[in-house]
Protein backbone atom coordinates (compact mmCIF):
# COMPACT_ATOMS: atom_id res chain seq x y z
CA UNK A 1 0.00 0.00 0.00
CA UNK A 2 2.89 2.43 0.94
CA UNK A 3 4.13 2.02 -2.50
CA UNK A 4 0.93 2.98 -4.52
CA UNK A 5 0.67 5.76 -2.19
CA UNK A 6 4.58 6.78 -3.14
CA UNK A 7 3.53 6.55 -7.16
CA UNK A 8 0.32 8.56 -6.33
CA UNK A 9 2.29 11.30 -4.91
CA UNK A 10 4.65 11.58 -7.50
CA UNK A 11 1.91 11.85 -9.65
CA UNK A 12 -0.05 14.07 -7.71
CA UNK A 13 3.78 16.60 -7.87
CA UNK A 14 3.43 16.03 -11.55
CA UNK A 15 0.19 17.17 -11.43
CA UNK A 16 0.57 20.30 -9.52
CA UNK A 17 3.52 21.44 -11.50
CA UNK A 18 1.55 20.99 -15.29
CA UNK A 19 -1.75 22.19 -13.53
CA UNK A 20 -3.09 25.58 -14.22
CA UNK A 21 -4.27 25.90 -10.35
CA UNK A 22 -5.94 29.42 -9.67
CA UNK A 23 -3.33 29.74 -6.98
CA UNK A 24 -1.48 30.60 -9.96
CA UNK A 25 2.72 30.13 -10.26
CA UNK A 26 5.42 31.11 -7.27
CA UNK A 27 5.21 31.20 -3.92
CA UNK A 28 1.88 29.58 -3.88
CA UNK A 29 2.60 26.83 -6.13
CA UNK A 30 5.59 26.28 -4.02
CA UNK A 31 4.05 26.51 -0.58
CA UNK A 32 0.98 24.15 -1.58
CA UNK A 33 3.81 21.66 -2.73
CA UNK A 34 5.84 21.68 -0.08
CA UNK A 35 2.66 21.21 2.34
CA UNK A 36 1.83 18.24 0.13
CA UNK A 37 4.69 16.38 0.34
CA UNK A 38 5.31 17.41 4.11
CA UNK A 39 1.76 15.82 4.78
CA UNK A 40 2.63 12.72 2.77
CA UNK A 41 6.27 12.29 4.19
CA UNK A 42 4.51 12.60 8.15
CA UNK A 43 1.17 9.84 6.84
CA UNK A 44 4.24 7.50 5.58
CA UNK A 45 6.38 7.80 8.37
CA UNK A 46 3.99 7.60 10.92
CA UNK A 47 1.93 4.39 9.26
CA UNK A 48 5.27 2.43 10.00
CA UNK A 49 5.64 3.21 13.19
CA UNK A 50 8.77 5.49 12.27
CA UNK A 51 10.73 3.00 10.57
CA UNK A 52 13.07 4.25 7.72
CA UNK A 53 12.22 8.12 7.87
CA UNK A 54 14.83 8.63 5.62
CA UNK A 55 12.96 6.79 2.76
CA UNK A 56 9.28 7.19 3.25
CA UNK A 57 10.57 11.69 3.37
CA UNK A 58 12.35 10.94 -0.13
CA UNK A 59 10.55 8.49 -2.20
CA UNK A 60 6.82 10.76 -2.78
CA UNK A 61 9.18 12.84 -4.45
CA UNK A 62 10.51 10.87 -7.19
CA UNK A 63 8.21 12.84 -9.93
CA UNK A 64 9.66 16.40 -9.14
CA UNK A 65 12.79 15.01 -8.69
CA UNK A 66 12.90 12.86 -12.30
CA UNK A 67 11.93 16.48 -13.48
CA UNK A 68 14.93 18.39 -11.47
CA UNK A 69 17.30 15.82 -12.78
CA UNK A 70 15.95 16.93 -16.74
CA UNK A 71 15.86 20.26 -16.01
CA UNK A 72 19.74 20.35 -14.61
CA UNK A 73 20.52 18.00 -17.72
CA UNK A 74 19.31 20.88 -19.66
CA UNK A 75 20.73 23.77 -17.45
CA UNK A 76 24.06 22.05 -17.84
CA UNK A 77 23.72 21.06 -21.90
CA UNK A 78 22.34 24.35 -23.11
CA UNK A 79 23.00 27.03 -20.57
CA UNK A 80 20.75 29.80 -22.22
CA UNK A 81 17.74 26.94 -22.31
CA UNK A 82 17.86 25.74 -18.98
CA UNK A 83 16.84 27.36 -15.61
CA UNK A 84 19.15 26.08 -12.49
CA UNK A 85 16.89 27.69 -9.44
CA UNK A 86 14.29 25.76 -10.61
CA UNK A 87 15.79 22.60 -11.62
CA UNK A 88 16.88 22.61 -7.96
CA UNK A 89 13.98 23.55 -6.46
CA UNK A 90 12.13 20.77 -8.10
CA UNK A 91 14.95 18.34 -7.16
CA UNK A 92 15.67 19.19 -3.80
CA UNK A 93 11.79 20.39 -2.63
CA UNK A 94 10.02 17.43 -2.42
CA UNK A 95 12.57 15.83 -0.47
CA UNK A 96 13.32 18.41 2.16
CA UNK A 97 9.45 18.62 2.76
CA UNK A 98 9.09 15.30 3.02
CA UNK A 99 12.17 14.58 5.27
CA UNK A 100 10.40 17.20 7.54
CA UNK A 101 7.33 15.64 7.74
CA UNK A 102 8.56 12.29 8.84
CA UNK A 103 11.08 14.19 11.26
CA UNK A 104 7.27 15.12 12.52
CA UNK A 105 6.09 12.16 12.58
CA UNK A 106 9.11 10.53 14.27
CA UNK A 107 8.91 13.28 17.19
CA UNK A 108 5.66 13.03 17.60
CA UNK A 109 5.86 9.15 18.16
CA UNK A 110 8.81 9.70 20.86
CA UNK A 111 6.56 12.30 22.71
Known sequence: ????????AGVVGLA????DLPIGPGPGLVAVGGLFYLFVGY???RWHG???PLLWGLVPGWGLALLGVIGLW?????PPSG???LALLFLLGP???G?????LARRARKA
Open 16 to 19: LVFR
Open 1 to 8: MSVIVCLL
Open 83 to 85: HWV
Open 50 to 52: GAR
Open 99 to 103: LAGAS
Open 95 to 97: GVA
Open 74 to 78: VSVTD
Open 43 to 45: VLT
